[in-house]
């Protein structure tokens, strides 16, 4: 299933498919690639030196003139300058090299626009690698029908790819072994693209990233802005959830956007990577590959030792992808519990396994912002519902119109981030002013924290990788209904506890209650305010 681009635009490139040599028999033809996975080129000829210019070198023999050519000294001095002068232009206008790896796992549905996509770009990458790996489906054979040489013709002039596809079979390292094997076809490169099996990009997002990434050597990776495209979502439910997935990425992305452009993770969806940037951090952490298996979430990881190599790590303001969504609670919960605990298994203290916490570590500080924030939504939600429930039940309860100042800066922020998405859409501003939506999805999320953080502290050694790849075949337990069952069971029981107390002790508990759960809301509520109006400067999720 194709997935349109939301701009109605003259296509930027075109693609035509370029018949493979029939022989490489060619005098002069050095079929060995210049870096892994490039092309062949003929070595240029050597170059003699001019006649009568300096005395060759002690036992070097004599070269006779070039027939034609006067055997002069200034004619040598003026050809050899004219050939320095065009060596340095053509040293200035040199174009980055840029291999792209797709890691791709049972992605039948998606990998043909992919690749297409790619095909597509304005700077379309030099060598674009397929890495298929444990798929279990027809991805392969449909990559397989884009593998082969394609001349493109772009606003840039013509440009030249090749597509290659590797199935490596059963991988027990998964992605992450998927990505170190395209690492060893492109490490010749200048930069890495890595492209999930799912992600589709706007014609002019590689574009962006090169100029970005050519134009300061101190950029160790950029990130595109993701997104997800909601016009082929179909049901109620899949509606829901890749709404409040939409608000969650532009949420993030303008986070990261407003801190500098400094982005905490470059997320494997889609963003480029010095190769220069990537030995360095391998060799800081005795690393051969760049991608470990030792975390949850490998790309934060990988982000981490990029930033403590001394590189920056950015998203970029222009460069856009669609990535996949989940369209299921099974589906999303696993998702979010392996990211979720990928990053508190990185940013707590102490060693497990070959994991160390860097909880100090800058680009971490987000995750910490995001994992105290839920935890108080979590408090004041149910410290409000509990004390709600209590104060009805003895008729202490009297209403103040200042308890509805929080939902309504809630939902205002909510509309602004809304407004701030790129291709911003009813269902967008309706999920934002509905307020129950966003109310509902805050509680999924709720779910997800704390079933991370359980996880977490008990120790429980599972993987998560399957996990997540039997939930998105509609697999799995029904894990993600605990945390709702233990917060009713938590709510029963302060039910039951609450009616054998005295009216003296329950006096005293709402007395002492309810200016906590008000000064905590007070707090949150000047905090989401402060984001309300803060200055966005121009910058579009």
């Known amino acids: 299933m194709h997935s349109p681009h939301r701009e109605k635009e003259v296509p930027l490139a075109e693609y035509r498919p370029t018949p493979a040599p029939q022989s490489t028999a060619v005098t002069g033809y050095d079929p060995t690639y210049p870096y892994p996975g490039g092309a062949g080129y003929a070595p240029a000829p050597g170059y003699a030196p001019a006649p009568g210019y300096g005395a060759p070198a002690y036992g070097a023999p004599s070269y006779a003139p070039a027939p034609g050519y006067p055997a002069d000294a200034s004619y040598g001095a003026d050809q050899f300058s004219e050939d320095f002068t065009a060596v340095l232009e053509d040293g200035q206008t040199r174009r980055s090299t840029i291999g792209c790896v797709i890691p791709a796992y049972n992605e039948e549905e998606s990998i043909a626009d992919v690749i297409e996509g790619l095909l597509s770009q304005t700077r379309v990458p030099d060598v674009i690698h397929v890495v298929i790996n444990n798929t279990t489906d027809q ?25 290659f596809v590797h199935d490596i079979g059963k991988n027990p390292d998964k992605k992450v072994g998927a990505l170190n094997y395209g690492y060893s076809l492109v490490e010749g490169c200048d930069f890495l693209l890595g492209v999930d099996g799912d992600t589709i990009a706007h014609p002019k997002a590689v574009e962006y990233l090169e100029t970005e990434a050519m134009g300061d050597s101190r950029i160790g990776g950029i990130s595109a802005i993701y997104t997800i495209d909601d016009r082929p979502i179909k049901g109620l439910l899949a509606k829901f959830l890749i709404a409040g997935q939409r608000t969650q990425f532009a949420a993030f992305n303008l986070q990261n956007l407003l801190r500098g452009r400094n982005m905490a993770v470059l997320g494997g969806q889609f963003s480029i990577f010095s190769t220069n940037a990537l030995r360095d951090a391998m060799k800081a952490n005795h690393q051969s590959t760049p991608w470990v298996k030792d975390s949850e979430v490998e790309d934060s990881l990988l982000s981490l030792q990029i930033k403590s190599a001394g590189y920056l790590t950015k998203i970029s303001p222009y460069a856009r992808a669609y990535v996949g969504g989940m369209t299921t609670l099974r589906g999303y919960d696993a998702q979010q519990v392996k990211w979720t605990y990928g990053a508190i298994e990185l940013m707590w203290p102490g060693q497990r396994g070959d994991t160390k916490g860097q909880p100090f570590h800058p680009n971490l500080r987000l995750r910490w912002f995001e994992n105290f924030g839920m935890l108080t939504n979590l408090f004041v939600r149910v410290a409000f519902i509990t004390l709600l429930a209590a104060s009805l039940s003895i008729n202490a309860f009297v209403f103040s119109a200042f308890w509805l100042i929080p939902p309504v800066v809630a939902m205002l922020l909510n509309l602004r981030i809304a407004r701030t998405m790129k291709y911003c859409d009813n269902r ?20 997800h924290f704390l079933r991370s953080w359980s996880r977490f502290l008990s120790k429980k050694k599972v993987d998560n990788w399957a996990m997540q790849a039997k939930a998105e075949r509609g697999g799995g337990s029904l894990g993600y209904w605990v945390p709702a069952i233990l917060l009713i069971a938590v709510l029963i029981a302060s039910a039951a506890i609450w009616s054998i107390l005295g009216p003296v002790a329950q006096s005293s508990i709402l007395w002492v209650g309810w200016p906590i759960v008000g000064v905590v809301t007070v707090l949150q509520t000047l905090l989401m305010f402060s984001k309300l109006v803060r200055r966005h400067h121009g910058y579009k999720v």
């Open 139 to 163: 991805t392969a054979k449909i990559a397989a029908e884009y593998a082969g040489p394609h001349e493109i013709t772009t606003d840039l002039g013509e440009q030249f790819t090749e597509v």
């Open 428 to 447: 967008d501003v309706l999920f934002a002013v509905l307020f129950l939506p966003a109310e509902m999805f805050m509680w999924v999320r709720i779910g």
